[in-house]
């Protein structure tokens, strides 16, 4: 919102700071190489003033592992979006890129950094993502969301499989992308061991109905209940 008119409104750090106060349990940033969602400015500014998890999520070019090694998040997840896509839209392939994975994952867990890496709800992905060393995994939940009114059962089905083989592998297990107040609350139900959701676009969506205190609180509800 705030890069699209330049300037400083609204104010990231002052969202950020506010968001904690109003109960959220961490900050997830995206820097892009074009920078049109957070500045890499932005992400040295907030390092200091987070207090709760501050996890910096992107593709690990050599700016983003500069980036990263120097501001030492409590996570960093790897997400493998190519310059032009809009959004993430897939995650990675664990097996064709083990060796990449294996090297970058070591240079951030030498510096105690969490590592997680966005996978999509495949059990040999699963498996390979635990052959390179990373922390946990982040299911890409673009397709749950997308067929979740017309058989939430259905949709769910894979990602079950993926957390019970994450457990299995000894993964820790995040879930993000589309995830929203309606459909959040069964995809925790039938993901026990799901540690840590990351939620942007729709909680801000919801924001503009509810404010940002109390669309945080319906959040939160979603998942403690």
């Not at 400015?41 to 050599?62: M, R, S």
């Not at 019970?164 to 061991?193: I, M, S």
Request: charged share 25%; aromatic share 8%.
């Amino acid at each position: 919102m705030r890069n699209a008119r330049g300037g400083n409104r609204p104010n990231v750090l002052q969202t950020a700071l506010d968001c904690e106060r109003f109960g959220a349990q961490g900050i997830t940033v995206h820097p892009r190489p074009d920078e049109r969602h957070i500045r890499y400015q932005d992400v040295l500014d907030l390092k200091p003033a987070v207090t709760t998890e501050f996890n910096i999520e992107g593709n690990p070019t050599p700016d983003f592992i500069q980036l990263v090694l120097s501001v030492k998040p409590e996570q960093v997840t790897l997400v493998p979006d190519a310059p032009d896509a809009i959004t993430s839209n897939a995650g990675w392939d664990t097996i064709k890129h083990k060796d990449f994975l294996v090297d970058i994952i070591a240079q951030f867990k030498e510096q105690g950094i969490r590592t997680s890496i966005f996978v999509d709800p495949d059990n040999k992905q699963v498996e390979g993502a635990a052959l390179t060393g990373t922390d946990r995994i982040e299911l890409y939940t673009e397709a749950y969301a997308s067929q979740y009114l017309a058989d939430r059962e259905k949709a769910v089905a894979p990602y079950a499989e993926a957390a019970k083989t994450a457990l299995q592998c000894n993964l820790g297990l995040n879930a993000g992308h589309d995830l929203d107040l309606d459909n959040l609350r069964f995809l925790k139900e039938r993901l026990p061991n799901l540690q840590e959701v990351s939620i942007g676009h729709a909680l801000i969506c919801d924001a503009l109905y509810f404010g940002l205190e109390n669309t945080i609180q319906l959040y939160l509800r979603q998942l403690n209940y």
